[in-house]
């Protein structure tokens, strides 16, 4: 489909500014051979005054008029929706986060184009107020069980001026209860959902998370995932029947391929499945479009919803992962058929090594669109453009695949390898690969290391309590397991000895429990010039956060200004990852004996309520310290 093409009940529309749209696309296809569908009739479409609905023989869909609601989904005449929609989630706010009056979203209805095998349809954003150009897009084929669904988001800033944010923006689909009972998100999460019957009985201890009558906690955040290649599937089950999200690229998502989101969860009514355009939890950030943005589109790559039936929830989760491996493969769809998923893809190779000229062996790659002044958190905010990415092999060697034409960054990071690696300008063009040849990436480092606590690899997971981290409440936990602080003495203990968070909490009278870690250690000589102290967190909540560093009683530094990403209370093991250098005078450092202490401030004032949260918190990834010399 060309850009500025939209048919609307036989007529032709041309859209003014064509780029700028945000679509929802279910589409059915054929397929390639190992996605062989089953030939059925054509693709019908029944246009009613309040309704529209598109069937193909396997799946049925049926839309509410003019808001675009997916109001019953059937597969071979079963319905899978009953209690529940299907619609497109978004939040918008001011440049301040506040809610523009008349802000809200009023569809009109749009035929794109209707053929035997195909038909596709358009639910178009029509209030002139809403800051962003927002369509959503339905495309049905023959003989796939399940459709497609993209979007694409656009701001017009001739338009509307000034800053706009867009928080969140996620295809939400609710399903039956009673045949849906069981969550899939990765070989470890395949449970059993509560009842929306035992969560409307439960007492809510924090945003999204519930105590059951039976004592046990139940989250959303459990099931969050890390929203890249490891990720392609999630879905519900019941009784021999499973549907599923599978997604071949996560290149439009917002921050890297660390993002965290959230898949699957049950509510007070219905089971929920969600895949994602842009949303903020985690740390990944909102759309902040300004004036200087200028007017923009982006299109996500296509999820297919895939129905299936098997003999048990082994044979569905089984069959789903090879489903989404295929799709995977299949990936870019050529019939997409419209310029601004920009098919035409490129691809980028190269040969990364430290040094010393050894191999980066294990090294994440990615590409994120190239700015002349990076942003200190490099890509792990970014929203504007696509992010494409890969590893290294054995021999360094990389390769990235279908990458849309343009010119990137190329960012690296390795476990056990303090900062990252970045090439800029990296040109892309389509049909062709870019070789950017052997590239060297220097160490970072500030002298001789005296000792190093835990390993930079932008997790928490070596650390004490970590391996059960999607447990509710573990900042209690550890402020029970330890009144009186911690106490790690190198060479002695090992990062398990050493919680994974810092976490300010509440004591019995409301007022902040503040904790400390004491690093101790032993020092021979004497130092004289800059030590460097090199702290990597992986991740840190709360927005009045501070950690202050101290040497036998000196004060080293507070650090602060650090990213609120949510990833502590949402049961998470990493956010945003943050790194700080805390250069001081080596003759700090004593002859025997030294003591460290980490500790956080007071957050402001207590807050006078129960909270079910830590105010203030950090996950630490690793903590190392250096001399001159090396």
Known sequence: MAPDRLVGRGDTVRILFPPIVALTAFILWPGPSCCAEEPLPRVTLTDRPDTMTLANGLVAMTFQKPGGVL???????????????????????????????????????????????????????????????????????????????????????RRHTGVQRMHQLNLCLRVDARLFTHAAVDEERIDPFPSPEALRAAEEVMDATLRLRDGRIYSKYFYSAAMNEAHRVHGVMGEGLGLWIIMPSHEHLNGGPEHQELTVHQTRTTPVLLRHFTAAHYGAGSIVSDAADGSWCKASAPCFVYVNTGDGRAALWADAKRRAACEARAWPYLWLDDARFQLDRGSVRGRLRFGDGSPAEGGRIILVPHEEDPPDLAWQRRWRGYRFGGWTGSDGRFAVAAVRPGTYDLYA?????????????????????????????????????????????????????????????????????HPDGVTFIVGKHSPPDLPFMLAVTQNADLSWRLPEWRIVFDYEGACEGTATLRLGLAGSEGRQTRLRMTLNGDTLAVIDGLVHDGAVHRSGVRGVYQQRRVPFDAALLRPGRNVLVLGLLEPGRPVGKRLGYPRAAVLLDCLRLEVPGG
Do not use: C
Not at 427 to 444: F, M, N
């Open 71 to 157: 109001t019953s989904m059937t597969y071979r005449g079963r319905e899978l929706l009953a209690g529940g929609k299907g619609y497109v989630q978004v939040v918008v706010g001011g440049g301040d986060g506040s809610r523009v009056p008349g802000d809200r979203i009023r569809f009109a209805y749009r035929l794109v184009r209707r053929g035997k095998d195909l038909v596709e349809i358009a639910f178009v954003n029509v209030n002139p107020r809403f800051p962003f150009e927002v369509e959503n897009h339905y495309v049905l084929r023959a003989g796939a069980p399940g459709f497609y669904h993209y979007l694409v988001a656009g701001h017009d800033a």
């Open 413 to 481: 990071w390795k476990a056990g390898v303090w900062g990252w690696f970045r090439q800029p300008a990296v040109p892309v063009r389509g049909g062709r690969a870019t070789d950017v040849g052997d590239l060297r990436w220097p160490p970072e480092t500030d002298g001789q290391e005296v000792w190093q606590i835990g390993v930079p690899d932008r997790s928490a997971t070596e650390f004490g309590l970590a391996q059960a981290f999607r447990r509710w409440g573990l900042w209690d936990t550890i402020a029970r397991a």
